[in-house]
Nanobody
Framework: QVQLVESGGGLVQAGGSLRLSCATS????????MGWFRRASGKNHEFVAGINWLRRYYSDSVKGRFTISSNNAKNTVYLQMNTLKPEDTAVYYCAASTPAGYSDSYYLKSKYSYWGQGTQVTVSS
């Protein structure tokens, strides 16, 4: 049974930082590409960041502020979020994808087969 469990969300002031973690089990972690999405209230899922081997992908809205990384020994992917803004407020989800064709479709929600339950990030102004 595949499980993805996010943690590390919370309430932070604008300009602050948070580090999200996504612990996985039941899948060959090193064989999957991993991504982070977010969903703000009343909006659709938005791609945030993705990682496939050594290649990283970011949305324009977080580039330069967020960093995605992974630890294969811990089967965990991270999202370091710096210089947070109120518009970053959302539920953040991690997701796992097969690596085939990832560079062309990393931003598509449909590309990912497995999802976590999400963790709330709230940035106050």
């Amino acid at each position: 049974q595949v499980q993805l469990v996010e943690s590390g969300g919370g309430l932070v002031q604008a300009g602050g930082s948070l580090r999200l973690s996504c612990a996985t089990s039941g899948l060959a972690f090193s064989s999957f590409a991993m991504g982070w999405f977010r969903r703000a209230s009343g909006k659709n899922h938005e791609f945030v960041a993705g990682i496939n081997w050594l290649r990283r992908y970011y949305s324009d809205s977080v580039k330069g502020r967020f960093t995605i990384s992974s630890n294969n020994a811990k089967n965990t992917v991270y999202l370091q979020m710096n210089t947070l803004k109120p518009e970053d407020t959302a539920v953040y989800y991690c997701a796992a994808s097969t690596p085939a064709g990832y560079s062309d479709s990393y931003y598509l929600k449909s590309k990912y087969s497995y999802w976590g339950q999400g963790t709330q990030v709230t940035v106050s102004s």
